[in-house]
């Protein structure tokens, strides 16, 4: 008997602290996204913390807290947060409620093209040299867990390789970026965007956070370059560059458009982007979860600020061509790239 009533209380302190573990858990996530997020001011945190408890009751498990954590998310009214399992990075809850946006992106975003676009297995990074001596580069959705400088040096190898040819203009097809790892891709189209100032965070109110910059063919973020690179190749002018974006262009794909507004000879084609245009933190609590949360806005070189999306110049609608001579984007980008 003692024996079994010994075994009871080892397996209900177990449960306790696996409780109390937990909790901790939740309770540091809550602390990290009031101090972080851009919108904290606009939060009832006393009752959005009520909210949160209410539905973490009966969690034991990171799993099981998927409910407190998107009621935080959706919460915070915060479109572009999420919260990723710290082991293996994939998503354990994310915004929903997106009813109670005021400016909601109302176009169409079926589940079973959103696979197509961001299938990397089907779209993955490719360069070519289009008739007229036009580079073109697609720069697709580059996951979290990469190796960030392996990824820099093979665009980068593109753009050196394509240089070679004397190239007239380039393309720069974004369409199919979901986002991820911003770093590679800046860095790596870098020479291409040219040195200087090309963006900035700013706040709800417009207050500038800090800007991010091109330095010798490097990218530099916040004071912070995840990259080094030669500085390579090199161009004496500002070449013609044709952007190509769409309602899939999101998150790190829209800060690689940021870094060509206001840029000169520079124009957009296509729709204009997917509208999460914001910089997400990466707050590893207890190494357990990572909170991704938004804590400023994209703002272009010239102070433009882009709060919902990032518009096009010319509007083409999107559509999945394989082929590159019946791509109307390609096609129209192409003769305006000719173009004197």
């Known amino acids: ?11 209900f302190s177990s449960i306790c602290f696996g409780q109390s573990a937990i909790k901790a858990i939740l309770d540091s996530v809550i602390v990290k996204a009031r101090q972080t997020s851009m919108y904290s001011s606009s939060v009832n945190w006393d009752s959005l913390q009520k909210a949160i408890y209410v539905k973490a009751e ?5 799993q099981e807290l998927k409910p407190a954590f998107t009621t935080l998310i959706n919460g915070m009214l915060d479109k572009h947060g999420m919260v990723r399992d710290a082991k293996n990075y994939s998503v354990i809850a994310y915004f929903t409620d997106f009813s109670k946006l005021n400016h909601s992106d109302k176009r169409t975003r ?3 093209i959103s ?22 580069l697609k720069l697709v959705t580059i996951g979290p867990s990469v190796d960030a400088e392996k ?14 040819s004397k190239i007239n203009g380039w393309i720069i097809d974004l369409r199919y970026n979901g986002g991820g790892n911003m770093n590679p891709m800046v860095s790596g189209i870098a020479p291409i965007i040219g040195d200087g100032k090309v963006g900035s965070l700013r706040n709800l109110t417009g207050e500038k956070l ?17 990259v080094t690179l030669p500085n390579e190749p090199i161009f004496k002018k500002h070449s013609k560059v044709a952007v190509l974006t769409s309602r899939w262009t999101i998150s790190s794909g829209e800060i690689v458009a940021t870094c060509f507004k206001g840029r000169p000879n520079t124009k957009f084609f296509g729709e204009m982007t997917g509208g999460y245009t914001t910089n997400n933190n990466w707050e590893i609590v207890d190494n357990q979860v990572i909170l991704t949360i938004s804590t400023g806005i994209f703002s272009d070189r010239n ?23 019946k791509d109307k984007c390609i096609i129209e980008a192409s003769k305006w790239l000719r173009s004197e």
């Open 303 to 325: 102070g433009v600020t882009y709060g919902y999306n990032i518009p096009v110049d010319v509007e083409i609608p999107f559509e999945i061509v394989e082929d590159f001579e």
């Open 58 to 62: 009966n969690a034991k498990t990171i």
């Open 1 to 11: 008997m003692k024996a079994v009533t010994t075994i009871l209380m080892l397996t």
């Open 151 to 164: 990824e820099a040096k093979r665009i980068r190898s593109a753009v050196i390789e394509l240089s070679k």
């Open 210 to 226: 800090f800007d991010w910059y091109i330095k010798s063919s490097n990218f530099i973020y916040a004071g912070y370059q995840a």
């Open 110 to 112: 079926e589940r079973e």
């Open 115 to 136: 696979k197509m676009v961001y299938d990397t297995s089907v779209h993955q990074f490719e360069y070519k040299l289009l008739k007229g001596k036009i580079g073109y």
